[in-house]
Structures are given as structure tokens and as C-alpha cells.
């Protein structure tokens, strides 16, 4: 059972905006940044956004994130077919002190 | 380029222990913490347990605290971690990631983790 709560799956089409939701609560998401990573299948996970809506160099500002008290989102917007994969929102746990993620989110480009 | 590099997979009956390490390239390997996250099959990913490189420190899971060493090697910058009493719900891919780490003008504790090895299968079987 993953401590930050994620939509199973989530769908578009080309070209259309999805957003992707994570809930946590005070001691992570409420309490620490959120970041999100994307993982195709059969490799490791890539950093997407951190520190809530920061974009490593390279991702494109198609994607973008958000937060709001304890809950947080990731945005894509003028979706593509290689935006297909699963997508994960972690946070650090004050409680726990560790990591803690989502269940991840399947993005499927209908 | 930084990169970590894992050990090959894994094949263990239940009940024994395995040994995974982590070669990190490209950077000062005691200026970041590491990291073990697991996955197992169509699951999502598990944090397992953590290293402060620099003085060997570890911070563990609450549910792999009896099961799980940590450990490095600075002298060649790799990281270990040790899983014993192995059972077949052990089966993952097992990653090694880095993680960056600092407090905000805000006051809020930034944390991401910003590389990850390729990983390394562990499968469990009899």
C-alpha cells in the first residue's frame, strides 16, 4: 500500500491536456516538496519534475507541476503517444524519514 | 558522465541472503547520499533503505530494518546492500539512485532523487 495516493490510470489524446493527482498528508507532501518521475517499461524511473514544479534540463515545459497543501499534480499538456508510460510522485516522509511514493499513475495516449 | 553502476542479476533459493552493489562514476561519491528502491513485478516502487556515503550512516524501512545491511566503499565508490532471509515476495528489480538533498530559504526540505542505476533483477525462486 503506497503512503502518497495516485489514479491507477489516466488517459488522453494527442494533442489534449491530462493532469495526474498525488495526495499525501502533513508529514510528507504537507510538509516537503514533491517531485515526479517517469518510467518506461523495463527501465529504472527518470527524474521529470522536483522541488514541485522544477524541470531538469532536457525535460520539455510541456510538463509541469504543482502543490497545494497536502496534495500535488503533474500536468502534461499538447499530449504525444511517447508520453506513454507510468508515472510516480514521491515526497520525503518526516514521520517515516524516508522517501515515500505513489502507486503511480498509467498515462495512456488513446 | 554520472552514472551508478549495478551488479548483475540474481537467481537465490528462499530463506538465503544476496548482495547487490552500486558504482557510481562522475561524481564525489561521499558528497550524496544513496539509495535502495525496489519494484517488484508490475508493482509500484518500495524505498528500502538509505547511506549517508560520507559516514556510513544508514536509515532503514521500517519493514526491511531486520533484514537489510547497507553498506560502502569509498575507496572504489560503491555501495552495497544486503538482503537476507530471502522469500519468494523478495523477487524485484532493485535500483540504486542518488538523491539531492538541501534546506530552502523557505524552510521546507528539499529532496529528490536525481539518478538512478539501470537495476538489478533478484528473483527468488526454488
Known amino acids: ?110 | 558522465q554520472v552514472q551508478l553502476l549495478q551488479s548483475g542479476a540474481e537467481v537465490k533459493n528462499p530463506g538465503a541472503s544476496v548482495k547487490v552493489s552500486c558504482k557510481a562514476s562522475g561524481y564525489t561519491f561521499s558528497g550524496y547520499y544513496l539509495h535502495w528502491v525496489r519494484q517488484a513485478p508490475g508493482q509500484g516502487l518500495e524505498w528500502m533503505a538509505s547511506i549517508n556515503t560520507n559516514n556510513g550512516n544508514t536509515n532503514f524501512a521500517q519493514e526491511f530494518r531486520d533484514r537489510v545491511t547497507m553498506t560502502r566503499d569509498t575507496s572504489i565508490s560503491t555501495a552495497y546492500l544486503e538482503l537476507s532471509g530471502l522469500r519468494f515476495d523478495d523477487t524485484a528489480v532493485y535500483f540504486c539512485v542518488r538523491d539531492v538533498r538541501f534546506l530552502g530559504p523557505d524552510n521546507y526540505f528539499y529532496f529528490y532523487m536525481d539518478v538512478w542505476g539501470k537495476g538489478t533483477t533478484v528473483s527468488v525462486s526454488s
Open chain 1, 1 to 110: 500500500q503506497a503512503v502518497l495516493t495516485q489514479s491507477p490510470s489516466a488517459s488522453g489524446t494527442p494533442g489534449q491536456r491530462v493532469t495526474i493527482s498525488c495526495s499525501g498528508s502533513r508529514s510528507n507532501i504537507g510538509s516537503n516538496t514533491v517531485n515526479w518521475y517517469q518510467q518506461f517499461p523495463g527501465t529504472a524511473p527518470q527524474l521529470l519534475i522536483h522541488s514541485n514544479d522544477q524541470r531538469p534540463s532536457g525535460v520539455p515545459d510541456r510538463f509541469s507541476g504543482s502543490k497545494s497543501g497536502t496534495s500535488a499534480s503533474l500536468a502534461i499538456s499538447g499530449l504525444q503517444s511517447d508520453d506513454e508510460s507510468d508515472y510516480y510522485c514521491a515526497a520525503w516522509d518526516d514521520s517515516l524519514n524516508g522517501p515515500v511514493f505513489g502507486g503511480g499513475t498509467k498515462l495512456t495516449v488513446l
